[in-house]
């Protein structure tokens, strides 16, 4: 079995999008720092692009979390990978990720990362499945949203292949 990938959204499109993101995330946080919590690894590559698009005071920390499941399901079952280096109570945290899926990563990570007290949490993510929402999270800023298609590229892979495209593509398996 091999697989095609299928152009969804360009890198030009992408690149134009997440310059209008780090307009208004600079906007609302104007006059303040805000701390990115970027989830390892999809969330790597947005986090980076967007993090050049800040005028406002920027720090980075890194944090890395499984769903247990396969390639293209996750379980529900959540556990931390990597923890984050530094405490960040009292700080305005922003979750930087690649995709919001069923929701169920994202809904363990804030209720996580709410406990520690951070002055303010928001969530960003370049892609949003609607559709396929189980848990209900409030994502503040998002790149696309997106049909129900696997998808890669820009950081996210299919069995860690892919993360590298500058583009997002649909994956197209044939035999
Ligand atoms: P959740 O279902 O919202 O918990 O998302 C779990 C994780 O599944 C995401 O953080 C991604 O790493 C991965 N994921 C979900 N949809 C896709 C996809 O279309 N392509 C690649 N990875 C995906
Ligand atoms: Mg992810």
Avoid: W
Avoid at 15 to 35: L, N, P
């Amino acid at each position: 079995m091999s697989e095609k990938i299928r152009v969804l959204i360009s890198e030009e499109e992408i690149e134009k999008r997440i310059c209008e993101i780090g307009r208004e995330i600079s906007e609302y946080y104007k006059g303040e720092a805000v701390h990115l919590v970027s989830v390892l690894k999809g969330g790597v590559f947005f986090t980076c692009e967007l993090a050049k698009r800040l005028t406002i005071p920027v720090s980075i920390d890194f944090m890395s979390v499984s769903s247990y499941g396969n390639h293209t399901k996750s379980t529900g079952v959540v556990k931390v990978v990597k923890d984050l280096d530094e405490a960040i109570e009292g700080k305005h945290v922003l979750v930087v990720e690649d995709i919001v899926d069923s929701g169920r990563t994202l809904s363990y990570l804030l209720e996580n990362l709410k406990s520690r007290k951070p002055k303010s949490l928001r969530l960003c993510t370049l892609l949003d499945k609607p559709d396929r929402r189980v848990i209900d999270v409030q994502v503040d800023y998002t790149g696309f949203a997106i049909p129900d298609k696997f998808v890669v590229g820009y950081g996210l892979d299919y069995m860690q292949k892919y993360r590298n495209l500058p583009y997002i593509g649909i994956v197209e398996l044939d035999d």
